[in-house]
T-cell receptor, first 110, second 114 residues
Framework: GQQLNQSPQSMFIQEGEDVSMNCTSS?????WLWYKQDPGEGPVLLIA?????ELTSNGRLTAQFGITRKDSFLNISASIPSDVGIYFC??????????FGKGTRLSVIA | KAGVTQTPRYLIKTRGQQVTLSCSPI?????VSWYQQTPGQGLQFLFE???????NKGNFPGRFSGRQFSNSRSEMNVSTLELGDSALYLC?????????????FGAGSRLTVL
């Protein structure tokens, strides 16, 4: 089935630093979603992207829908401790409502 | 409005037993999807229900089944449990069953099989 490749798998950053992560696919996606999952909880939607080239912000988070439609990027500015968690990219694929990447685990050092 | 509610949150079973998990979607949402999350495989799609009909199914054995009721609540069942079925089972709801739909997830049911 469709696979989404996320990188990096994990990252340790200092509080206040900016963070960048990305997601790539071998096939075109028409929608890119970014979710965050806190320990013991389900994923929560952060940003939804529906158009190639689209750049959307949600507070300190900014995500972009790649122009090739095969990738997406998520940036977090001025990280804070509550940014800790696992970030997933996702998109609809065939008969699957959403396929997910394996996630980027973010740790913030105060 | 209330979010997606999953029960139970935690449960422990032994091999060979069966388990039923419940999901109440957001009010007005008619589509319910189920995912299995494990450290090794990540989030994997189990099945999707819309208006009491299974619309799509992932690549899981027949031991995994589900259903949806007229009030959109959904249950999934796993029979003859195996150790590898230990996972976080996530339910998600959406208003419709369409490609550009955003899924809203519950907190999950964590199943441990001993």
């Amino acid at each position: 089935g469709q696979q989404l490749n996320q990188s990096p798998q994990s990252m340790f950053i200092q509080e206040g630093e900016d963070v960048s992560m990305n997601c790539t696919s071998s096939s075109i996606f028409n929608t890119w979603l970014w979710y965050k999952q806190d320990p013991g909880e389900g994923p929560v939607l952060l940003i939804a992207l529906y158009k190639a080239g689209e750049l959307t912000s949600n507070g300190r988070l900014t995500a972009q829908f790649g122009i090739t439609r095969k990738d997406s990027f998520l940036n977090i500015s001025a990280s804070i401790p509550s940014d800790v968690g696992i970030y997933f990219c996702a998109g609809p694929s065939g008969n699957t409502p959403l396929v997910f990447g394996k996630g980027t685990r973010l740790s913030v050092i105060a | 409005k209330a979010g997606v509610t999953q029960t139970p949150r935690y449960l422990i079973k032994t091999r060979g037993q069966q388990v039923t998990l419940s999901c109440s979607p957001i009010s007005g949402h008619r589509s319910v999807s189920w995912y299995q999350q494990t450290p090794g495989q990540g989030l994997q799609f189990l099945f999707e229900y819309f208006s009491e009909t299974q619309r799509n199914k992932g690549n899981f054995p027949g031991r995994f089944s589900g259903r949806q009721f007229s009030n959109s609540r959904s249950e999934m069942n796993v029979s003859t449990l195996e150790l590898g079925d230990s996972a976080l089972y996530l339910c998600a709801s959406s208003f419709t069953s369409s490609g550009a739909n955003v899924l809203t997830f519950g907190a999950g049911s964590r199943l441990t099989v001993l």
